[in-house]
């Protein structure tokens, strides 16, 4: 690229706050230019011939007391001559921020579901309530002006019912509880997107996610469904979501029609690039990815990575490994930076043996700034805050570690098996999130 894609973008409509001080000399030069004109002096009347005559003193008298009176007049007028005032506040432009935050793979298992299910009354009547799962992490989600989730199951309907591993399902009340908390943008390819072919991965899961008020994008009904880039506007500055997967588990692409899931693919990912940097001014990529388990980036990623990065790519949302991964800026080949997360590891899930490092999760937040005198949006403020999938056999719900107690960690049948499991966890989040060299604040 010849210029970075952050260059090329320019504000549409300045938001005007603040203040700016006038110099006080501008302020009086333009008040004097402003003043009223006074009238031009009447002329003199014309003089009476008189018969008699006069001596030179009284007039000498009268010269005198014409110049005193004058001297008065100009004093006066020197004293009524417009002074330095205050300055005026004139208003002037503050940046507009949006506050992100993104978080891993919602993969709730069955054990999740019948949890659910008994939440919502009496178990079995087909009714399910997720809520109570994501109410610890809902404050951080809803309190931030644009969030989003890798949803991993597809919404099947109830003549699926909810499933778990190898081929899940989930019940349509997952969307509820994805909108509750607080998500706006929902991302859907994932090797488990077609677990149960067209009609839970597509026909059906659409209509459910089309019905709620979020962005939804991964998976579609058609091609022109598909092409469709999925956008949202937040204070101003519009966003882009786009979404893929490496595969899906016992197809190969060419078995799907073509518009069911988007593809890992180059040219693919090449030319909805170019699109989408045309309609927003902040491109999201989300890529299911990587190595399940490795807490670190393969060669894979890494490659994908800084071709994202090449093609002008804001930031870069990993998942499918089920641990978290390291973060990294990448500078494209225009000069521009890009922020990649690896892998935001699980968000909610309960697999049948977990380890320590598969409850370890991680929820990226950072704000997006534009500069209204020159349109540029740029990344700041980038935090890593470790999450944590808690349970204690028959309960389940994600934690921010800074609020898990050591009575939670007790309670957790994984993390007790460590000697102490809150300084372990704050650690290797350290370790792993940083592990390429980057300095990221970890909120603990």
Not at 94 to 102: E, G, L, R
Not at 193 to 214: I, K, M, T
Request: net charge negative.
């Amino acid at each position: 690229m010849s210029e970075s894609y952050r260059q090329r973008k320019r504000s549409k409509q300045p938001h005007r706050r603040g203040t700016r001080i006038e110099p006080a000399a501008k302020r009086t030069e333009r008040t004097a230019a402003w003043a009223p004109r006074t009238g031009a002096p009447r002329p003199a009347p014309k003089a009476r011939h008189s018969r008699r005559s006069f001596s030179a003193l009284p007039v000498v008298a009268l010269v005198a007391a014409v110049a005193l009176v004058g001297a008065g007049v100009f004093a006066l007028r020197g004293c009524l001559a417009p002074q330095p005032s205050e300055p005026v506040p004139v208003e002037e432009e503050d940046p507009t921020t949006v506050h992100f935050v993104a978080v891993g793979d919602n993969l709730p298992e069955i054990s999740i579901a019948n949890y659910a299910d008994a939440q919502a009354g009496e178990v079995g009547d087909g009714d399910y309530d997720y809520r109570p799962v994501y109410e610890p992490v809902k404050s951080y989600v809803e309190s931030a002006d644009l969030s989003y989730v890798k949803q991993e199951t597809h919404l099947g309907g109830d003549d699926i019912g909810p499933k778990g591993y190898p081929s899940f399902n989930t019940t349509d009340q997952m969307a509820d509880a994805i909108v509750d908390t607080g998500f706006d943008l929902v991302a859907s390819a994932s090797n488990h997107s077609y677990d149960w072919g067209y009609y839970g991965a597509n026909e059906h899961s659409r209509e459910v996610w089309n019905a709620q008020p979020v962005v939804f994008t991964g998976t579609a009904t058609s091609d022109a469904e598909a092409a469709e880039i999925a956008t949202i506007e937040r204070n101003g500055i519009t966003f882009a979501l786009l979404d893929y997967t490496y595969g899906v588990n016992g197809y190969d692409q060419e078995d799907l029609p073509s518009y069911a899931v988007n593809f890992i693919d180059k040219d693919r990912i090449a030319d909805d690039v170019a699109r989408a940097q045309e309609m927003a001014d902040v491109v999201l990529v989300a890529m299911h990815w990587g190595t399940e388990n490795l807490m670190e980036a393969d060669e894979y990623q890494t490659e994908y990575a800084q071709y994202l990065a090449d093609l002008g790519v804001d930031v870069v949302l990993g998942s499918h490994p089920h641990v978290i991964g390291p973060m990294t800026w990448l500078t494209g080949e225009g000069g521009n930076r890009t922020l990649v997360a690896y892998s935001l590891g699980n968000f909610v899930v309960n697999h049948d043996s977990p380890s320590a490092k598969n409850q370890l999760e991680g929820m990226l937040s950072c704000d997006f700034v534009r500069e209204e005198e020159d349109g540029e949006v740029s990344i700041e403020n980038v935090v890593w805050t470790p999450l944590v999938m808690h349970t204690d056999g028959s309960s389940f719900a994600v934690y921010p570690l800074k609020d898990y107690t050591d009575e939670l960690a007790a309670a957790n049948p994984v993390l007790a098996e460590l000697d102490d499991p809150i300084s372990w966890l704050g650690d290797t989040s350290a370790q792993v999130v940083n592990s390429l060299g980057d300095d990221f604040r970890i909120d603990v």
